[in-house]
């Protein structure tokens, strides 16, 4: 079973960048989709951001396309989430999670069944 980490979170201004990280631990990263999501207070939990196992194939919510950038290195049983052009209304709690399934792109937090402790982002205006 793969257990998450994420880190990277803070606080930045409008139009500035971060960018998270998801460390994993267990041997079967490597054959595991990503994904991030995201959860504003008060809010549900929104998909941002999904990478294949194999990091040739990603998909992006329409929210952040063009904005975010997600990758992956196996060999460092990590993910990312490059975050450029940050708004305030990006402002949330951040989870990297693993799929459940094999088949791709799973963009409901429900087909994710391995999540991390979040990581909060803060966009000021």
């Known amino acids: 079973q793969v257990q998450l980490v994420e880190s990277g979170g803070g606080l930045v201004q409008a139009g500035g960048s971060l960018r998270l990280s998801c460390a994993a631990s267990?041997?079967?990263?490597?054959?595991?989709?990503m994904g991030w999501f995201r959860q504003a207070p008060g809010k549900e939990r929104e998909f941002v951001a999904t990478i294949r196992w194999s990091g040739d194939i990603t998909y992006y919510a329409n929210s952040v396309k063009g904005r975010f950038t997600i990758s992956r290195d196996n060999a460092k049983n990590s993910a990312y989430l490059q975050m450029n052009g940050l708004k305030p209304e990006d402002t949330a709690v951040y989870y990297c999670a693993a799929a459940t399934w094999t088949s791709y792109p799973q963009l409901s937090s429900d087909d994710y069944n391995t999540w991390g402790q979040g990581t909060q982002v803060t966009v000021s205006s």
């Open positions: 267990g041997r079967t990263f490597a054959t595991k989709n």
